[in-house]
């Protein structure tokens, strides 16, 4: 992610996350100090802003959790199960000294997520063997040092249709748009909107049930960030944030239901689901990934 230069307009969200407009609250008056935000923010949503030790642990976490998207991505193709990329991922994890966050997360039995074609998210890995033409989604959370991060992706097994690759092409774009929109000066509801905004144009549907989440000192710490949304709502984003955008796309329509393993969610409609997701850090200037991919 390239960084960019904002501006705070005088009718944009403060940046000091009070909720009034920027020229009726800190605009001429001397910024809020660090210590000042943090607490606001600790006290008003408990959000727990990162300061750069935290950042570059949560970044080497990054590192790691993209490397084991590679080796997954080289792995997958016809004929092999879900639970041959989970062992791959797991050993892969170990090896590099970290633990994969899945693992008993809320009884979670397996260390990674794969969620084949009409599978939203949270695929428990199994006997399910991938099929030509299939769209898999691998999504890996590892702690390494005690910091958290998460990423994932969708990919093509063998040679995809054209519905593939349409949700695919439609999902990834959605991260990068909600990503562009996660600067400061902007709201959580501004990612959600561009997200949403997009995906609907496109013929698709946005998945209402799961949600971004700021990850770092935990897997899942507060704020929750939608994936659909009205422009300049929720709380405002300030340097030292870091959260997840991870965008669920669905072909049809929005609906999921729960299978019997109560974890995995699939489309009520049978239709295909594809998904992005990147750790992000709000900075002075812009947004940083944290698990930097294209
Ligand atoms: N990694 C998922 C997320 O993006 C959460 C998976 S929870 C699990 O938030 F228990 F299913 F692993
Ligand atoms: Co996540
Ligand atoms: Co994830």
């Given amino acids: 992610m390239k960084m960019k230069t904002v501006k705070v307009g005088r009718n944009d969200p403060c940046p000091c996350g009070s909720g009034l407009k920027h020229k ?3 605009l001429g008056k001397s910024a809020p100090g ?21 950042i570059e642990g949560i970044r080497k976490a990054g590192r790691l ?28 994890t170990i090896k590099n000294g970290a633990t994969p966050a899945p693992l008993k997360y809320r009884g979670f039995p397996k260390s990674i997520c ?27 959370t590892s702690i390494l040092d005690g910091y958290y991060a998460d ?25 990068r748009r909600g990503m562009s929109a996660a600067e400061p000066g902007n709201t959580i509801g501004d990612i959600g909107w561009h997200i949403q905004t ?33 422009k300049g709502t929720g709380i405002g984003l300030v340097p030292g944030m870091v959260f997840t955008i991870e965008p669920m796309i669905n072909l049809g329509k929005k609906e999921l239901r729960i299978l019997d393993d109560n974890w995995t969610a ?27 991919y294209e």
């Fill in 34 to 54: 660090i210590v000042e935000l943090e607490e606001t923010y600790a006290r008003k949503y408990r959000i727990r802003l990162k300061k750069s030790v935290d």
């Fill in 198 to 230: 997009y995906a609907e144009a496109q013929g698709c549907s946005v998945v209402r049930e799961f949600v971004g989440h700021g990850v770092g000192f935990g897997f899942h710490e507060a704020p929750q960030v939608p994936h659909f949304g009205h």
């Fill in 266 to 292: 699939v489309t009520k409609d049978g239709r295909l689901s594809a998904q992005f997701e990147q750790t992000v850090l709000v900075t002075e200037n812009g947004v940083e990934s944290l698990t930097p």
């Fill in 114 to 140: 794969v969620s084949v074609n009409e599978v939203i998210c949270h695929g428990i890995p199994g006997n399910r063997v991938i099929s030509d033409g299939d769209i898999v989604n691998v999504d890996v």
């Fill in 65 to 92: 959790v993209l490397d084991t998207l590679d080796l997954l991505e080289s792995e997958i193709k016809p004929g092999i199960t879900t639970d041959d990329l989970n062992t791959l991922a797991h050993a892969f």
């Fill in 151 to 175: 990423a994932n992706k969708t990919f093509f097994a063998g040679t995809p249709g054209p519905d593939a690759r349409k949700i695919v092409d439609v999902a990834r774009e959605c991260l």
């Fill in 24 to 26: 009726k609250c800190c």
